[in-house]
């Protein structure tokens, strides 16, 4: 960055940019560590931090940035770990939590305009105050931010009910990468910026769906096999209609609890079973499906407990000291088939596994490996990420999301379709391709030009898997 740019970005937001290297190195990673074998391939590390608080500043730096040819990386809370905030080729890193506001929540016409700094679980707090509530959420909602979540995409707790944080925006505005503020209310048009990474639009606003309060009425079960969880969540869904469900491993069950020094379950198959409201029908119904598969309904402290758990899953780093992550999209009707194929494929790792069922008939399963970033062999362990990946295709499975590292299944995840919509609006929007290259279109690894980044890593997957084995279980 010369000293040109240097001086304007100073001019616009003084002391609310920073070169100082120590703080931008703290920009270089998200949630997940990054090996030292990325950083011979990249610059994860920006040349400048900057913190704006309105639109029109942001609209400024995207033509300042233009006019130099520099990278723009935006960031919410850092909770991902797909890479999708994490620098490429240096640049600058536009931290959005000072964009934190929340403008106007109509109860209405239920909906809620925030900016994207805005964290989840306080936006959820403060709409409870008014007798209303989110109506989906990240399970990192403590931390996430709603200008990430909805760049990154995704679904959480209450997408059983009402679908994917897209399908709950009922507005977008954002600042292309020609420094115009725009903004958009159709499905066709959300898609473009949305799940986007911000390779379209830096998101300034987000105007969401919401819902009036209701309390939610918790149902843990336990059981003795994945065929059995499997069996029961099936029949639930479709006889009671939960607002969520979540499931987990007989091994992540244990690691959490161990992690937590807090022992109250056993250590088997367990899924949370979660209703709006208080249906003393559908509670009913559901315990009895529950026990005609052999499940065990656990008592109402005990779930209450474990609702009010559902924000921790990354308790399980404390045992780590680190933790690979790997997750994928599943069919529900195929969710004991890869919990087996997990156990017998990946016997000997120390790895747990939890899910939230997504629709009717698809699940997200987060996968999460114990390992030691201060191994040698650490380097190695972001292959783990693609075992889970490899073997959820074998069961009708899909990517989570794509961010940095999954670039190259961007087909997969968007559809062709979809995908050349946003190639085709990236071209028009972001002329100099400023906007956070690297992220679901291919870009150039910046020490090796001639080669792209989704090419390296369609072709080291297979090396990554054999790399993740090669770092050995622990």
């Known amino acids: 960055m010369n000293n040109d740019a240097r001086k304007a970005l100073q001019e616009v937001f003084g002391e609310r940019v920073s ?111 008014t007798g ?48 115009e503020i725009i903004s958009v209310d159709s499905r066709d048009e959300i898609e473009l910026v949305a799940e986007c990474e911000g390779i379209t639009g830096i998101i300034t606003e987000v105007t969401l769906k919401i819902k009036p309060y209701e309390s939610v009425t918790p149902i843990v079960a336990q059981f003795p096999s994945a065929e059995a969880m499997e069996s029961a969540i099936r029949e639930v869904i479709p006889e009671t209609q939960p607002y969520t469900i979540n499931f987990a491993t007989p091994e992540f069950v244990a690691l959490k609890q161990e992690a937590m020094n807090h022992w109250e379950i056993d250590d088997k198959y367990t899924a949370m079973f979660a209703f709006e409201g208080e249906d003393e029908t559908k509670v009913e119904r559901t315990g009895n499906i529950v026990k005609k598969y052999l499940g065990e309904v656990l008592d109402e402290e005990v779930s209450e407990f474990e609702w009010n758990e559902r924000f921790y899953p990354m308790r399980l780093k404390r045992l780590g000291p680190s933790v690979v992550p790997g997750e994928a999209i599943i069919p529900v009707e195929r969710i004991s088939e890869f919990l087996n194929a997990v156990e017998k494929d ?15 008939n698809s699940a997200s399963v987060l996968a999460f ?106």
Request: aromatic content about 8%; charged content about 25%; hydrophobic content about 40%.
């Open 19 to 129: 070169f100082d290297y120590d703080e931008a190195l703290l920009y270089s990673h998200d949630l997940a560590t990054l090996p030292d074998q990325v950083n011979l391939l990249l610059r994860t590390i920006p040349e400048a931090v900057v913190l704006p608080e309105s639109r029109e500043e942001i609209a400024r730096l995207v033509r300042i940035a233009k006019a130099h040819r520099i990278p723009i990386v935006p960031r919410g809370a850092g909770s991902g770990g797909y890479g999708g905030a994490v620098p490429v080729n240096g640049g600058i890193v536009l931290d959005l939590s000072y964009m934190r506001e929340i403008i106007e929540i109509d109860k209405e016409n239920l909906l809620a305009k925030v900016q994207p700094g805005v964290v989840w679980k306080e936006l959820d707090r403060e709409l409870n105050k």
């Open 132 to 179: 209303l509530s989110l109506r989906v959420y990240p399970t990192s909602a403590p931390s996430a931010t709603v200008g990430g979540w909805v760049a990154q995409g995704g679904w959480g707790v209450g997408s059983l009910a009402y679908g994917s944080v897209v399908d709950n925006i009922e507005s977008i505005e954002y600042v292309d990468g020609k420094g």
């Open 346 to 360: 990946l016997r000997g790792y120390t790895i747990g596994i939890e899910g939230w069922v997504t629709g009717e």
């Open 369 to 474: 490996f114990l390992d030691d970033e201060r191994d040698f062999r650490f380097g190695m362990s972001f292959g783990k990420s693609m075992m889970i990946l490899s073997l959820a295709r074998k069961f009708g499975g899909k990517p989570y999301s794509t961010g940095l590292w999954l670039s190259h299944e961007a087909e997969n995840y968007f559809g062709k379709d979809r995908l050349r919509k946003i190639m085709d609006y990236k071209k028009r929007s972001d002329p100099a391709g400023i906007l956070n290259p690297g992220k679901i279109l291919p870009a150039k690894i910046p020490k090796f030009p001639i080669i792209k980044m989704s090419t390296m890593m369609k072709l080291s997957s297979p090396f990554m898997k054999i790399g993740g084995k090669l770092a050995g279980k622990r």
